[in-house]
Every structure is written in C-alpha cells, then in structure tokens.
C-alpha cells in the first residue's frame, strides 16, 4: 500500500509536497524534546527543525547531533588511511547546515586543518556561517562549476549527494570534484547500492542490476526525494572518466549507511 501511494505521489509530482507534510508533522512532534535537547547543549548551535528533516528524513535533534559525529569519525579516519597530508585543505561537498562538518575539527584532531563546506541551499549555509564561524562556506549553484581552484583541495567528501542526482548533473558533478582535487587527493563519496536498491520494483530493479544508474523522478533534481541508485558497475563508469583509482565498499552497519567510494586523481608529469 505505501509504495502504491509512493508510485502515485511520484507521477503525480505531488512527493515533495507531501514530504514537506510528513516533515511538519514530526517536527511538530518532537517540538518538546528537541528543545530540551537545545536546553540542555546551551553552547551549541542546531539548525530548525524542518531543516533537521530534510537533512536526515527525521527531525530529532538527539540523532542529528550524533549521526553527526558519528560520520565525522568514520570519514576522518577513511581520509587518514588513504594519506591524507597534514594540515589538510578539506572541503565538503553538499554540507547543508553542517551535521557533519561541525564535529570535524574533534574528528580530525589537527588544529592546522582548513575546513570548507558548499551547498546550493541559501539557508543552510546562512546558518552554518553563523554557527561555525571557523569554517569557510561557500553558497554554490546546482550546477559546476564552483568558485574553488583547480586543484585547490586535499581531501573532498559528499555524503548522500550522489543520491539525489541525475546521471547527466551525477557526471558533471564527478568532474568537478577532479578538477578541484590536488594531487593524490582523496574524494570520499557515498551512493545507493544494493542494499537500498531491494527497495525497488520492477523495470527500475532490472536496470539496477543491470549496471544502470537509476532514478525515480516526481521530484527536482537535487532535492530529498528526488532518488537515484547504482551498482559497482554503474559507479565505475561513473566515475572512472575523472578518477585513476577507484575503491569500493558497500554499505556496512556502522558505517555512512551507504556505499563507500575512495576516488584519486593522478596527475601525471
């Protein structure tokens, strides 16, 4: 019954309005407790909690916060293992109002790190300028390019933005975190492989295992719930066009909740 409603709200283009519904009503019902959770964290900053759901799909500050931190460590210690320099230049890409890159600086554990965060949504960055002001944010457009230099980054990471992208806006994407990747640099980003794809019916669950890139429209691209999926496969042609090494893991409890990619670009003398 509820994919049903979800085919329905989809070809209707009605499944951005209803999730924003869906959105109000669990902010309305955690109202109480997630102020006492800002009570009792007087000196931190959270974002709304409407902001909270589009981010996470739920609007409890408690799992925001330390989902958050969580990811930090699990994505500090991946960019360490792949050689990340110290004293890096680390940007992350599609940071919203900063879940992750608020607990990066604990994460990382080196004061000589220069964090930046990007996102196209106006509101988010706002935000996130005012409460992490050691932080540099920049307000990008949907689209590449950005305003960064070429080969400006030591370490880049996006989690679960790849997901929400077409493929032509997917590879665009993929060439722009190339073009501002500095030598050896190392891009972490994450996608929905198998795990999430058993979700799928029909023709779209055929492409999938078929090695195509999936996406169930209804919705604009970028959004929450505008939703793409691919394999290993469809991934390494993704991104093999920008990237000499590629270095996959599939989802794992306890991880980022989806599948992992490592991404290096050489550049050769």
């Known amino acids: 019954m509820r994919r049903a409603l979800l ?11 209803a999730d924003k519904a869906v959105a109000w009503r669990a902010a ?50 991946l960019l360490r293992e ?30 000589g790190a220069q964090l930046h965060g990007c996102d ?34 030591d370490a880049i990471y996006g989690v679960s933005i790849f997901t929400h992208l077409d ?19 190392c891009v972490l980003v994450t996608s929905h492989g198998a795990s999430a794809a058993a979700r799928l019916e029909g023709a779209h669950k055929q492409a999938f295992d078929a090695g195509l890139y999936v996406a169930l429209s209804g919705a604009r691209v970028g959004s929450r719930t505008y939703a793409s999926y691919f394999n290993e496969a469809a991934g390494r042609r993704l991104f093999e066009p920008f990237f000499d090494d590629l270095a996959f893991s599939a989802a794992t409890p306890g991880g980022l909740g989806q599948d992992i990619w490592l991404l290096r670009r050489r550049r050769h003398a």
């Open 7 to 17: 085919r329905f709200l989809r070809t209707a283009r009605l499944i951005e309005l």
């Open 28 to 77: 309305y019902k955690l109202r109480h407790e997630n102020e006492a959770y800002r009570r009792s964290h007087p000196d931190r900053a959270f974002p709304p909690s409407m902001r909270v759901f589009e981010v996470a799909g739920h609007a409890s500050l408690e799992a925001f916060d330390r989902s958050g931190g969580e990811h930090a460590r699990v994505i500090a210690g």
């Open 82 to 111: 792949a050689g990340m320099p110290p004293a890096p230049r680390i940007l992350e890409w599609g940071c919203g109002p900063g879940r992750i890159l608020g607990h990066m600086p604990a994460a990382l554990g080196d004061e």
């Open 120 to 153: 196209p949504d106006a509101r988010s960055i706002a935000f996130a300028r005012s409460a992490y002001p050691a932080v540099a944010f920049q307000h990008i457009d949907p689209a590449p390019p950005t305003g960064y230099i070429s080969g400006s980054l």
């Open 167 to 185: 493929e032509i806006s997917a590879r665009a994407w993929a060439g722009e975190l190339a073009r501002l990747s500095a030598s050896d640099a």
